[in-house]
């Protein structure tokens, strides 16, 4: 048992996979990221739609605006380098048989 607050140790055997699982994994990994990638960038324009709104309506300054965006763009950006560096490290351990 772990201390509370503390991850728990657990072993790691590798389970290499099949051709066949290799391919499934892989195929369901790059759908998952096309549509990580597609919700990403939805997000971003249905935002910058409502900034430029709201710019339009008053309630917001253009220069607010503009720095909201640029702030949401670079928290979307380490999301996307982040999943881009998951899928690396899949590639890596493909590689070196541990999967």
Do not use: Y
């Not at 051709?19 to 249905?46: K, Q």
Request: aromatic share 6%; net charge negative.
């Amino acid at each position: 048992m772990s201390a509370p607050g503390r991850p728990r140790q657990v072993a790691w055997s590798p389970m290499p996979l099949t051709e066949d699982e290799w391919r499934g994994f892989v195929n369901e990994h790059n759908a998952m990221m096309a549509d990580v990638e597609m919700d990403l960038h939805s997000t971003l324009e249905i935002l910058r739609a409502r900034f430029r709104a709201l710019v339009e309506s008053g309630v917001l300054r253009a220069l607010e605006a503009d720095s909201l965006r640029e702030t949401l763009r670079e928290t979307l950006l380490r999301a996307q380098w982040r999943l881009n560096a998951h899928s690396r490290r899949l590639a890596r351990m493909r590689e070196e048989g541990e999967l």
